[in-house]
């Protein structure tokens, strides 16, 4: 499995960001991607997980109403839309594919060990 993801960048508070995550090489049709996010000095988090077939998708509560995860058949990437961004929302985003599984419980998803395929990570950086 290969994933890529880009779309970082610099932005203002209450401004908004769109990463993508390119994947491929999967060997399961059952599996699950997720965002996690890695601020200097903390450890990396779970953001947004969503499942193989886009019908399930979870938020961890600091980006509910403002995140959106979603799926791109055709061109095969997962994307996060990211509106109202704070200074809070820094970090390094990952992209990363886990066993479908992963999405079963609510601690197993957002459980960085459960996934085991991460993209190299894109800068987000809000300015206050």
């Known amino acids: 499995v290969q994933l890529q993801a880009c779309g970082g960048g610099l932005v203002q508070a209450g401004g908004s960001l769109r990463l993508s995550c390119a994947a491929s090489?999967?060997?399961?049709?059952?599996?699950?991607i997720g965002w996690f996010r890695q601020a200097p000095g903390k450890e990396r988090e779970g953001v947004s997980c969503?499942?193989?077939?886009?019908?399930?998708?979870y938020y961890t509560d600091s980006v509910k109403g403002r995140f959106t995860i979603s799926r791109d058949n055709a061109k095969n990437t997962v994307e996060l839309q990211m509106n109202s961004l704070n200074p809070e929302d820094t970090g390094v985003y990952y992209c990363?594919?886990?066993?479908?599984?992963?999405?079963?419980?609510?601690?197993?998803?957002?459980?960085?060990?459960?996934?085991?395929?991460w993209g190299q990570g894109t800068q987000v950086t809000v300015s206050s």
């Open positions: 969503i499942s193989s077939s886009g019908a399930y998708t």
């Open positions: 090489g999967f060997t399961s049709d059952y599996y699950a």
């Open positions: 990363a594919v886990g066993p479908g599984s992963t999405l079963l419980s609510t601690r197993g998803r957002w459980r960085v060990a459960n996934y085991g395929y």
